[in-house]
Each structure stands twice: as C-alpha cells, then as structure tokens.
C-alpha cells in the first residue's frame, strides 16, 4: 500500500484544520495508509510516497522546522525524486509559504509537485474544508495512477 504523509505546522488552528481534512480526503480513497503529523525527522521522508505540507504564513516565510526538514533532507543527500509532492495553508493577506515549499520539493527535490497550492485566508469555513479533502483525494488517486 502507498503511504502519504500530511505534515503541518498551525500556531492557532487553522492549517492544522485545513491538514485534518487534507488526511481525511486522502484516507477516504482508500488505496494509501495516512500519516498526519507535526513533526519528522528528514530519514523519515524516505518511507512516504506522497508528501503533503500544510504551511501558514508567518512573516513573509515558510516554518522554520520545515525549513530546519529540507535543510536535513539536502545535508544527508536524500534522493525524494520522483515522490508526489503538494502544499496548502493558511493565510492573511500574502501567503507565500505553500508556494515556497512546492518550488523547493520540484527545483531542489526534483519531486513530481501538484500545483498550484491551496491557500484558504485565516479559518477555513466548510467549502474550503472540502477543498482540503478533495486535494489529499487527488493525492491519493495520482498515486493510484502512477507507474
Ligand atoms: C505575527 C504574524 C505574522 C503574520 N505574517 C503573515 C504574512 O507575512 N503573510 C500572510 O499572508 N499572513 C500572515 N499572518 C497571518 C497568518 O498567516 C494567519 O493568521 C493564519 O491563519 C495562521 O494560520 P495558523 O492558524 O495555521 O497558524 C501573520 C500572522 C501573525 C500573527
């Protein structure tokens, strides 16, 4: 079975709410086991064949653990080539960290990326929230499709 892993940062809720319907699209399709978590250690990239990033913008930037993630990722050599990558998050008025972090899994990473991220401004309301569920339901299927 595939795995996808759902990694978020959220200091007060609201990508962690978007990362929760994100999971749950993803789990729905049934063909990938699911792991939503805050935190991994770069190694732990290699086990997933789906990377889903759920990133606020703070300051203009992306968090600084995932930072902290690819800067590991690079220093240890890891090849992700090839794996599935995706990025969403909240925002208030630029939200730019999803965008970041897809350049940095296609330009650095050599990831396949779904584009373009999906961005909600501050507390997703319902409609937004099935826009989670459908983007980690299309993660899932592309990995159901791919050779
Ligand atoms: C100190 C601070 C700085 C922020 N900087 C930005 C920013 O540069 N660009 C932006 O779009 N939103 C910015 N925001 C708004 C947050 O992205 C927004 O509140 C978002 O919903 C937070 O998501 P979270 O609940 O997952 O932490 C900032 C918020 C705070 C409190």
């Given amino acids: 079975m595939s795995k996808i892993l ?3 940062y959220s200091r007060s809720g609201n990508t962690e709410k978007m990362a929760r319907a994100v999971a749950e699209g993803a789990k729905n399709a049934g063909n990938a086991e699911v792991e939503l ?8 990239l290699a086990n997933f064949d789906a990377v889903l990033l759920g990133a606020p913008t703070y300051h203009h930037d992306i968090p600084m653990d995932m930072k902290r993630l690819f800067e590991e ?13 995706a990025a ?14 897809l ?12 584009e373009p991220p999906l961005l909600v401004k501050y507390a997703p ?15 899932a299927t592309t990995l159901m499709h791919k050779v």
């Fill in 6 to 8: 759902v990694l978020y």
């Fill in 37 to 44: 978590s805050y935190h991994v250690d770069a190694e732990d």
């Fill in 125 to 139: 309301d319902e409609k937004a929230l099935s826009l989670c569920r459908e983007l980690g339901r299309q993660v």
């Fill in 88 to 101: 969403f998050g909240s925002y208030g008025w630029s939200g730019e960290a999803p965008k970041l972090l």
């Fill in 73 to 85: 990722a690079a220093a240890k050599g890891m090849n992700l080539k090839g794996k599935i990558g």
């Fill in 103 to 114: 350049e940095i899994m296609k330009n650095k990473f050599e990831m396949q990326v779904i």
